[in-house]
């Protein structure tokens, strides 16, 4: 079984490079009271109010056994059970809290930030805890879709150790240097001379780790070409699934396009709005694991490119924005070890693409041991 380990506080001296490159420390997620919290509570979740905060504080080791019973009434008279009901071709208009889970299921999340990714409940799981915050429950209903009744849910909450936050995972101020990042290009490039986007994150992992850490919160894999997100289109359609795998355009660092793309967003705007990132293997090796770069940005809307007119996507100026929310939603599902800020001696602070938007940042990296 994949071990998860609490999201650690680094050694908050900063390490310094002759190039005045830096390393900061990341602060851990607030801790919870958790000394007198019981083992056993029952809750109501009503249909018409969203999501209900349980009161229940979670934290990493702890094992969540949930079971609900109950049923709520849809405007057109349709009963649902806690284990939902399966889409149907309308349903490719809405957008759920939760896409991959059944109209009106029970689902959960763990704490109020905007980038926890939500989880399946249904009728009766057991779900092992790999972040801290509260228990938060509803029932999978868009906004267009409202329903009455509710569900009584038992929750058993049992807990295990998980060792010594310091223990438990490695500095990343022992294990980074900050002066690697000096080597690395500032900025992803469209092939034709022209820079783009800011790299703003690194991750220290397999491929693997990478994948999960990003398919486990929410994000997903964007199809490579048209004519894959044709096909791949058609077969969402014809599965009463939502396309969401919309293709992003191939950028260029260390004379080669990207070894991943991911994004997330709703389904409904996907095309036009959506968080995403393009990530490059480097040739460094840090912990025995590879070390990644990438570029987080936020598609906002549309704009003229500047190199031809044609209409292009436009990304959110303030990129610090999304490489935090990428921390946030990466960090809820216990992907991440350790992590820390590295300002390179050049940092990127204001810019233009390669499509002539305009960006700002504090010229910061994001860097996330994985585990």
């Given at each position: 079984?994949r071990?998860?380990?609490?999201?650690?506080l680094?050694?908050?001296?900063?390490?310094?490079?002759?190039?005045?490159?830096?390393?900061?420390?990341?602060?851990?997620?607030?801790?919870?009271?958790?000394?007198?919290?019981?083992?056993?509570?029952?809750?109501?979740?009503d249909?018409?109010?969203?999501?209900?905060?349980?009161?229940?504080?979670?934290?990493?080791?702890?094992?969540l056994?949930?079971?609900?019973?109950?049923?709520?009434?849809?405007?057109?008279?349709q009963?649902?059970t806690p284990?939902?009901?399966?889409?149907?071709?309308?349903?490719?208009?809405?957008?759920?809290?939760?896409?991959?889970?059944?109209?009106?299921?029970?689902?959960?999340?763990?704490?109020?930030?905007?980038?926890a990714?939500?989880?399946s409940?249904?009728?009766?799981?057991?779900?092992?805890?790999?972040s801290?915050?509260?228990?938060?429950?509803?029932?999978?209903?868009?906004?267009?879709?409202?329903?009455?009744?509710s569900?009584?849910?038992?929750?058993?909450?049992?807990?295990?150790?998980?060792?010594?936050?310091?223990?438990?995972?490695?500095?990343l101020s022992?294990?980074?240097?900050?002066?690697?990042?000096?080597?690395?290009?500032?900025r992803?490039d469209?092939?034709?001379?022209?820079?783009?986007?800011?790299?703003?994150?690194?991750?220290?992992?397999?491929?693997?780790?990478?994948?999960?850490?990003f398919?486990?919160?929410?994000?997903?894999?964007v199809?490579?070409?048209?004519?894959?997100?044709?096909?791949?289109?058609?077969?969402?359609?014809?599965?009463?699934?939502?396309?969401?795998?919309?293709?992003?355009?191939?950028?260029?660092?260390?004379?080669?396009?990207?070894d991943?793309?991911?994004a997330?967003?709703?389904?409904?705007?996907?095309?036009?709005?959506?968080?995403?990132?393009?990530?490059?293997k480097?040739?460094?090796?840090?912990?025995?694991?590879p070390?990644?770069?990438?570029?987080?940005?936020?598609?906002?809307?549309?704009?003229?490119?500047?190199r031809?007119?044609?209409?292009?996507?436009?990304?959110?100026p303030?990129?610090?924005?999304?490489?935090?929310?990428?921390?946030?939603?990466?960090?809820?599902?216990?992907?991440?070890?350790?992590?820390?800020?590295?300002?390179?001696?050049?940092?990127i602070?204001?810019?233009?693409?390669?499509?002539?938007?305009?960006?700002h940042?504090?010229?910061?990296?994001l860097?996330?041991?994985?585990?």
């Amino acid at each position: 079984m994949r071990r998860f380990v609490v999201f650690v506080l680094l050694a908050v001296t900063p390490v310094l490079s002759a190039q005045t490159a830096r390393i900061e420390a990341i602060a851990p997620t607030a801790p919870v009271a958790v000394a007198h919290r019981k083992d056993h509570a029952t809750v109501t979740i009503d249909a018409t109010k969203g999501w209900i905060d349980t009161g229940i504080p979670l934290v990493p080791g702890d094992t969540l056994t949930v079971k609900a019973n109950g049923t709520i009434t849809l405007a057109n008279g349709q009963t649902i059970t806690p284990d939902g009901k399966e889409h149907f071709w309308r349903d490719l208009l809405r957008q759920y809290p939760l896409p991959t889970a059944q109209t009106g299921a029970l689902i959960g999340r763990i704490g109020d930030n905007e980038a926890a990714w939500p989880f399946s409940i249904g009728a009766g799981e057991t779900i092992p805890v790999r972040s801290t915050g509260n228990l938060f429950l509803a029932a999978n209903l868009s906004d267009g879709l409202t329903a009455t009744g509710s569900y009584k849910v038992s929750i058993t909450l049992a807990s295990t150790p998980s060792g010594s936050a310091t223990a438990a995972a490695l500095s990343l101020s022992q294990l980074l240097q900050p002066a690697i990042f000096d080597a690395f290009p500032r900025r992803d490039d469209d092939g034709q001379g022209n820079v783009g986007d800011a790299v703003n994150f690194a991750l220290i992992g397999s491929e693997q780790q990478v994948q999960d850490a990003f398919l486990h919160s929410g994000w997903f894999a964007v199809d490579a070409d048209r004519n894959t997100a044709i096909l791949h289109g058609l077969l969402a359609t014809l599965s009463k699934e939502p396309y969401r795998e919309v293709p992003m355009s191939t950028l260029y660092l260390f004379g080669r396009p990207q070894d991943m793309s991911f994004a997330r967003g709703d389904t409904l705007r996907v095309a036009a709005e959506r968080h995403h990132v393009r990530i490059w293997k480097t040739t460094q090796v840090i912990n025995g694991q590879p070390l990644w770069i990438g570029s987080a940005t936020y598609d906002n809307g549309f704009a003229r490119d500047s190199r031809n007119g044609q209409v292009t996507h436009s990304i959110a100026p303030a990129i610090d924005t999304e490489r935090d929310f990428l921390r946030d939603s990466v960090t809820s599902t216990g992907a991440v070890a350790a992590a820390a800020y590295v300002t390179p001696s050049d940092p990127i602070r204001e810019a233009k693409t390669a499509t002539g938007a305009s960006f700002h940042s504090d010229g910061r990296i994001l860097v996330m041991l994985l585990q």
